[in-house]
């Protein structure tokens, strides 16, 4: 078993015995004797099927959330902006870090800033 199998599987917290058992079941086929991009493919099959998401995923969906959340709080009024203004500057360097881990975050918080939040303003307070 080659350590990017592994780290495929960990990618989506998946047991490769649940794996092999699910490809033996339901293909008939020895998952543990099949080449490594075949169990490559396999795993990534299984993610597929029971709704599994990766840990590059999870940390987009929770980015994407981040700015839904900021674009929610954009919209309250100034001064109760200035009451939740903790709870905006710690949403907004949650989500500065998540832009630095995922791609996919950084890129949605390019083409859709939240609106009434002033994220560079914020991480200078």
């Known amino acids: 078993m080659t350590s990017q199998t592994k780290a495929l599987a960990a990618q989506y917290s998946i047991d490769l015995d649940d794996v092999a058992e699910w490809v033996g079941l339901h293909y008939g086929r020895g998952f543990y004797t099949e080449s490594a991009p075949k169990k490559r493919e396999w795993i990534l099959?299984?993610?597929?099927?029971?709704?599994?998401?990766?840990?590059?995923?999870?940390?987009?969906?929770?980015?994407?959330?981040?700015?839904r959340a900021l674009a929610a709080l954009g919209t309250l009024p100034e001064g109760t902006k200035a009451e939740h203004e903790q709870l905006i500057k710690h949403a907004s360097l949650a989500l500065h870090h998540a832009a630095l881990s995922s791609p996919q975050v950084a890129q949605s918080l390019r083409t859709h800033p939240p609106e009434g939040i002033d994220l560079q303003a914020v991480h200078q307070v």
């Open 45 to 67: 099959r299984y993610a597929e099927m029971h709704g599994l998401k990766s840990c590059t995923d999870k940390v987009a969906e929770a980015g994407e959330l981040l700015i």
